[in-house]
Every structure is written in structure tokens, then in C-alpha cells.
């Protein structure tokens, strides 16, 4: 006769191995920060934030931090909860449960690091450098939009599948130059352009607000006017083309000046899909249209909690390199967004700014 363990012997083993589990996981910076996306300091204060919303609780067996580090492992490492429930000793429901908690309790905390900006004061990257300020004084930050696979049902893969060959989510955001997003609009289908969607952005409840007298940087893709400051079409644009031979005159100074500041957004991108590979990786999602965009917003939030308390240069630094050796995409689009009056102020206030940038520029040569 073979007599198995009583239950309540088995429960004690498999919440020693969790223990272990953790205290292997939170030990090690290097572990930590690989397995987790965070060091252990900044996943502990993280923990501490979503046990104050009231939204994520201790249970009887399973700890506040043990049903974070199982979501940002889903998050960091594309696991699906079988995977990750043979590690942590539990049910593929329970990983599951565990992870709608804390992916709610995470979006719960928007109001605290998706902030719009204000305006009032100018940003010190631009104040502390003389090739951007003055003239760029009244910029609040970088807008773009970035595709991210979607899983939907056959019948409207159509509407999704647009520059992809798979259908993807176009998510609309905006960051400061610190690379903290700062407005994110996710859920528009593939095929939709960048210029509709800001148009809803615009003009939504929860819309994307540009402070009086101030303005975003953007691509050629969304049109220019009095908020929105694009560069200059036909002229040398990307960083790599001026790389041989310097700008030859006030439209290439302004696009390259415009470039280096603008691509913040690409690098905030960049940080985010490579700390985050579930929403970068090409295969299909293990989740559905609805869940993705919650976890998008999940991943902005993290993304600024963590460029505040643990930035990881090291990420930073690689996404730079890959930045740097990266073919452009910048596609060019045309949009009736803008009115006539809006697009007279845009190309006055471009004027202005190219203007005395290059009179500043020739006269210091």
C-alpha cells in the first residue's frame, strides 16, 4: 500500500520552495534585476505602492511580492502561466487570478506617474543646452506612435493588420525629455493613422492637453501646426545623415536640432519594448485585445516608476546603440488635422525658431 503525504505537508513543502524561490529572486542584484526587469530595492518600494492602493492584498499563501514577481515575469519574460506555475508550485488559474490582481492594482496607479505637463517651467535638458534654449523653450516633450501585436478574432484581423504583417494595437503616447510618458492613448486598431488618432486625442475626455503657448516635437507623419512643431519635409532629417557633413543651412540645423530632441520618444520606446518583450515580441499574445491594452498602460506605469527610482543605464545605453545603427522609419503621411489658421501659426513659429537658430550658428562659426 502506497501512502501519500497528507495535504497539509505537502502545501508546507511547496510554500518552503516559494520562500526560497523569492529569497533566490530578491537576493541578487543581477538575478533581480534579469528575472524581475528591477532591482530589489525598486521591487520592493514597487510592492509597497500597490499594497497601498488597497487593490492587491497578503493572502493566507501567497504574499504581495511573490504575485508581483510573477507579473513582472509575465511582463519581462513572456511566460505563460503554466510555465511560470511550475516554478512557483501553482495552478495555472492561480498565476492567472494573480496576475489580473496586480495588473489592476498597477493601472490604478495612473493618476500618479502619467502626468501631463504643465508648462510652467522649461525642462533642463533644454535650458541647460545652448543648442536648444532658447529656442526651444516652449517644447513640453516628444509625440509618436508605436505598433504592438494584437491577438483578435479572424473577422477584424483586417482593421488590425496595417505597416505589420500581423494585426497590432497603434498606441499613441507622449514623454518628457527625462523618457517618462506622459500621455498614452492604446487600443486604436493597426490600420488607423497617427493623425486620426490624434484627432481623438484631441478631442476625447481623458485628451491629450497642450498648454497654452507651448508644443510638442513630432514627425512628419502628423501635421504641423500651432501645438505641433514637425520638421521640415524634403530636408536632411535623421542624426546618421549628418553624421559625414554638418547642417548647411537654418532648415537642416532646425531638423537636425529637432531630431535630437525628438528622438526621446524613440528611445522611451525602445526602453519600454526591451524591458518589457510582452509587448514586443512578434509571436501572437497569450492575451486578449482588451487585457493588452490594460497591460500596454501597466507597462508605461512601470516603466515611470522605474526612470525615477532605478533607470538601469545599462538598458538605456543598449537602446541607444540600436538606435544609432537602426534604419529610420520615418514615414511621411498627410492629414487634414490642423486648420488653415493652425497651420500659418505652425510655420510662423517654425520660421522663428529656424531663424534665429542659424543666425546664432553662422555668427559663432
Not at 109 to 132: M, S
Not at 177 to 188: A, C, I, N, R, S
Not at 287 to 307: D, G, K, P, Q
Request: proline residues 4%; glycine residues 6%.
Amino acid at each position: 500500500m502506497i501512502i501519500g503525504k497528507p495535504l497539509s505537508s505537502i502545501n508546507a513543502e511547496r510554500d518552503a520552495l516559494r520562500h526560497k524561490l523569492m529569497c533566490e529572486l530578491t537576493a541578487n542584484e543581477v538575478i533581480c534585476r534579469d528575472i524581475l526587469r528591477m532591482g530589489p530595492v525598486a521591487f520592493a518600494e514597487f510592492c509597497g505602492k500597490l499594497r497601498a492602493t488597497g487593490l492587491l492584498k497578503d493572502f493566507r499563501r501567497a504574499t504581495v511580492e511573490e504575485q508581483v514577481a510573477k507579473f513582472l515575469q509575465i511582463l519581462g519574460q513572456n511566460f505563460r502561466n503554466r510555465a511560470l506555475g511550475f516554478f512557483f508550485h501553482r495552478s495555472g488559474e492561480t498565476i492567472s487570478r494573480h496576475f489580473h490582481n496586480v495588473l489592476r492594482a498597477v493601472v490604478a496607479l495612473e493618476a500618479e506617474f502619467l502626468n501631463q505637463p504643465t508648462g510652467a517651467d522649461v525642462h533642463p535638458q533644454i535650458l541647460n543646452n545652448n543648442r536648444f534654449y532658447p529656442y526651444f523653450k516652449n517644447c513640453v516633450g516628444a509625440l509618436d506612435g508605436t505598433h504592438i501585436r494584437v491577438k483578435v478574432p479572424r473577422e477584424l484581423a483586417p482593421r488590425f493588420r496595417g505597416r505589420k504583417e500581423w494585426p497590432t494595437q497603434n498606441v499613441l503616447a507622449a514623454c518628457s525629455f527625462d523618457m517618462k510618458f506622459t500621455y498614452v492613448l492604446p487600443g486604436w486598431e493597426g490600420t488607423a493613422s497617427d493623425s486620426r488618432i490624434l484627432k481623438n486625442a484631441l478631442d476625447r475626455e481623458d485628451k491629450l492637453l497642450i498648454p497654452q503657448g507651448k508644443f510638442y516635437l513630432v514627425d512628419a507623419g502628423l501635421p504641423l501646426r500651432s501645438g505641433l512643431i514637425a520638421p521640415y519635409r524634403g530636408v536632411r532629417y535623421h542624426l546618421n545623415e549628418y553624421s559625414r557633413r554638418g547642417p548647411q543651412n537654418a532648415k537642416e540645423l532646425f531638423n537636425h536640432r529637432h531630431a535630437s530632441l525628438r528622438n526621446v520618444i524613440e528611445r522611451a520606446f525602445g526602453v519600454l519594448k526591451k524591458r518589457f518583450p510582452i509587448i514586443a515580441s512578434g509571436t501572437e499574445p497569450h492575451y486578449s485585445f482588451e487585457t493588452m491594452i490594460e497591460i500596454v498602460l501597466a507597462c508605461c506605469i512601470i516603466h515611470n516608476f522605474l526612470m525615477g527610482v532605478d533607470p538601469d543605464e545599462n538598458l538605456i545605453a543598449e537602446v541607444d546603440r540600436e538606435l544609432m545603427h537602426a534604419e529610420a522609419d520615418h514615414h511621411v503621411g498627410t492629414s487634414g488635422l490642423a486648420t488653415d489658421a493652425d497651420y500659418r501659426i505652425g510655420v510662423m513659429l517654425r520660421e522663428q525658431i529656424a531663424s534665429q537658430m542659424w543666425n546664432d550658428y553662422y555668427n559663432n562659426l
